[in-house]
């Protein structure tokens, strides 16, 4: 069974097939003149998706077709030309002109997963009895399409993490005027809205002490978004301990779930060749 179907995986490769530079099958400066087939560019790129939904380990979803060295050499080059941040980018792009981002609604939160291995960006986390814990202070739009991250230990707390996060709104363009900004109980202070104050951000925060379904706004889109992030067990679990590589399979994660989200928003409104027979 195919870890994402193929109306996903399909317009997923042939945009990050694009991206990648051209290479000879076989190296040209081997000293006899002859070597072995390189591997696939599909394959490393199926196994990487495998490798993002299971959490497996690199050891373990490589078979005869390719090898746990090959995955991360061929993964450790693919973060050297920005092929992973590009790629989500070009999605973030394509859904904006297609569907439309939501982005005079904002919403940021934070999550904390495992990180048994430990790694630059684990901590001590506070809900797992000290044991290593990555966060997340993830923004989305005012639907849930992830929008950029920060990394840091678990034991960070969501307020200070604030400001680098919205910091990922320069990447986007030109912003719409009058952004509202969707935030839980834990940043109420006044640090916040002076944060806010000065970049010209409206905020709805939630107050302490009140019961959260009263004032729960909007913030339930980025915690969908981060369910949605937690479906892919090596964001769930995360064994990765350089910051580079656990942001490069949130890239792609990111990107799977633009896509998809623009596959079924577009359904309905276009019409291509590739177009799924039913509504995903």
Partial sequence: MPVLPSWLTE???DQFAVLLPARPVYHLDHPLGCHRRRISDRIVFDKMLQLLRFGCSYQAIADTTCSATTIRSRRDEWMRLGVFAEFKRIALESYDRI????LDQIAVDGSITK???GG?????SPVD???QGLKRSGMTDGYGIPLGRVLAGANRHDSPLLAPTLDRLNDLGPLPQGITVHLDAGYDSGKTRALLTERGLHGRIAHKGEKAPIQAGQRWHV???HAWQN???RLARCY???ATVIHAFFDLADTVTTVRSLIRRAWTTHRWDERPHRRP
Avoid: N
């Avoid at 569907?99 to 939501?102: C, I, N, Q, R």
């Avoid at 630059?120 to 001590?124: C, F, K, L, P």
């Fill in 120 to 124: 630059e960006v684990a901590g001590r």
């Fill in 223 to 225: 915690e969908r978004t």
């Fill in 129 to 131: 009895r000290g044991k």
């Fill in 11 to 13: 317009p997923l490769w």
């Fill in 231 to 233: 479906a892919f067990q």
């Fill in 240 to 242: 990765e301990r350089r």
């Fill in 115 to 117: 990180a048994p291995g």
């Fill in 99 to 102: 569907v439309g981002l939501v």
